[in-house]
């Protein structure tokens, strides 16, 4: 069974300073990495993915993710956060099935 | 840009009513999904909907829910007979592959069983 794990419930930062998301998955099958994010009020929305190939994969937003099979993780970052990415970021992952598995999700919270 | 889209919006129901939950995907998609999220907890997977058949479904998806594909564009969730804890934001999905493609998600309908 697939299973994520998101370390950190909220995560409050300065605007402009950077910002890591930390994710962690389980599988026992080859694996399909994805961040959504969630504005208020609104669906999830894809950030980036990873399905095969560089483990550095770059998003809408300036938002980028590294895959690393070795600590079976996928946190996503940004050098540089604004006040507008304020939102709930999910991590999912998904297989040779027919679902995502979701994270619980990291409400991230920028302050001027 | 195209998207997925979800009515209603909101909709509050007694407990015990029958509701049915629309979303039209996007017109080339061929996988559909929906899922769930109690408020303040994880998005959970409720059912895949592929070639006119369920592909797949959790334990979260019973004899209470069914899907349908009506027509070439509607695709609906039906609660038959809602408890209190069917409270939740459901989510419509659809994909032009399988999930290792990006699926495209509408804005959500909260449903408040009462």
């Known amino acids: 069974a697939q299973s994520v794990t998101q370390l950190d419930s909220q995560v409050p930062v300065f605007e402009e300073a950077p910002v890591e998301l930390r994710c962690n998955y389980s599988s026992s099958v080859s694996v399909y990495l994805f961040w959504y994010v969630q504005y208020p009020n609104q669906g999830l929305q894809l950030l980036l993915k990873?399905?095969?190939?560089?483990?550095l994969v770059k998003g809408i937003n300036g938002f980028e993710a590294e895959f690393n099979k070795s600590q079976t993780s996928f946190h996503l970052r940004k050098p540089s956060v604004h006040i507008s990415d304020t939102a709930e970021y999910f991590c999912a992952v998904g297989s040779y099935g027919n679902k995502l598995v979701f994270g619980a999700g990291t409400i991230l919270r920028v302050k001027s | 840009e195209p998207e997925v889209t979800q009515t209603p919006s909101h909709q509050v129901t007694q407990m015990g009513q029958e509701v049915i939950l629309r979303c039209v995907p996007i017109?080339?998609?061929?996988?559909f999904y929906w899922y769930r999220q109690i408020l303040g907890q994880k998005v959970e997977f409720l059912v895949s909907f592929y070639n006119n058949e369920i592909s797949e479904k959790s334990e979260i998806f019973d004899d209470q829910f069914s899907v349908e594909r009506p027509d070439g564009s509607n695709f609906t969730l039906k609660i038959r007979s809602t408890k209190l804890e069917d409270s939740a934001m459901y989510f419509c999905?659809?994909?032009?592959?399988?999930?290792?493609?990006?699926?495209?998600f509408g804005q959500g309908t909260r449903l408040t069983v009462v």
């Open positions: 017109s080339n998609h061929l996988y």
């Open positions: 999905a659809s994909s032009e592959m399988g999930p290792n493609t990006e699926a495209f």
């Open positions: 990873y399905l095969s190939g560089s483990t």
